[in-house]
C-alpha cells in the first residue's frame, strides 16, 4: 500500500508515514485526512474509513526537519519499541553498546533498548566481551521517526500505546 504524506498544521509537508500510521494518526485525533484515495475504503471492525492520501496534524509539530531526531533515552525505547536488543522481552531500560567506561556515548548508533536483567548483566562490557549478541542494529530514526517521537513528546502519556500500534 501507498505511503501517506504527513502535512503540519500549517499545511507545509512534512514526511510520509505507512498507512497504518496515518489510520493510527486519524483514529487519536492527532491528524485528520485531507485527502482520501476516490474509491478505496477501507474496514476495520465495525468503523468505515477512507483510505488516507494526505492527512494533515491537528497541532503544529515542530520536526528537526532534514535533522537527525535529538537523542533521548525516551527516544531509543520508542524507536526499538520497548523490545529488548537481547532477548527480545519488553525493555525499559537503555544500554550502551560500547559502555561510557569504554568510551561510548550517548547516541542513537550506541544505545539499544534493553530489559533491566540484561543491561545488569552486561554491565560494562561491549556484547562482544559479554557474549550477548545484539538481536538487531541500532539506527538513526527517519525524519519519520522523527516526526512521531517530536508528536509524541506533546503527549507522553499516550506514547508507547499508540506509536506501538501505528508501527505494527
Ligand atoms: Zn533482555
Known amino acids: 500500500m501507498r505511503d501517506t504524506?504527513?502535512?503540519?498544521?500549517?499545511?507545509?509537508p512534512l514526511s510520509t508515514v505507512t498507512l497504518n500510521r496515518a489510520v493510527v494518526l486519524v483514529l487519536?485525533?492527532?491528524?485528520?485526512?485531507?485527502?482520501?484515495?476516490?474509491?478505496?475504503?477501507?474496514?476495520?471492525?465495525?468503523v468505515e474509513l477512507p483510505v488516507p492520501r494526505v492527512i494533515r496534524l491537528c497541532r503544529y509539530v515542530r520536526v528537526p526537519f532534514r535533522r537527525q531526531a535529538p537523542?533521548?533515552?525516551r527516544g531509543v525505547l520508542?524507536?526499538?519499541r520497548h523490545r529488548c536488543a537481547y532477548c527480545g522481552r519488553r525493555a525499559t531500560t537503555v544500554d550502551h553498546v560500547v559502555p561510557r567506561a569504554q568510551g561510548g556515548g550517548d547516541n542513537w548508533l550506541n544505545t539499544v533498548a534493553?530489559?533491566?536483567?540484561?543491561?545488569?548483566?552486561?554491565?560494562?562490557?561491549?556484547?562482544?566481551?559479554?557474549?550477548?549478541?545484539?538481536?538487531?542494529?541500532?539506527?538513526?530514526?527517519?525524519?519519520?521517526?522523527?516526526?512521531?517521537?517530536?508528536?509524541?513528546?506533546?503527549?507522553?502519556?499516550?506514547?508507547?500505546?499508540?506509536?506501538?500500534?501505528?508501527?505494527?
Request: hydrophobic letters at 45%.
Open 5 to 12: 504524506l504527513v502535512l503540519n498544521a500549517s499545511f507545509e
Open 28 to 46: 487519536q485525533d492527532k491528524a485528520v485526512v485531507e485527502q482520501e484515495h476516490p474509491r478505496l475504503r477501507m474496514r476495520a471492525a465495525a
Open 71 to 73: 537523542w533521548s533515552r
Open 78 to 80: 520508542v524507536r526499538d
Open 114 to 168: 534493553s530489559c533491566a536483567e540484561d543491561n545488569h548483566r552486561k554491565a560494562d562490557r561491549t556484547p562482544e566481551q559479554a557474549g550477548m549478541p545484539l538481536l538487531y542494529e541500532p539506527f538513526i530514526p527517519s525524519p519519520a521517526d522523527a516526526m512521531l517521537l517530536a508528536l509524541a513528546g506533546r503527549d507522553r502519556a499516550a506514547l508507547p500505546d499508540w506509536l506501538s500500534s501505528a508501527a505494527a
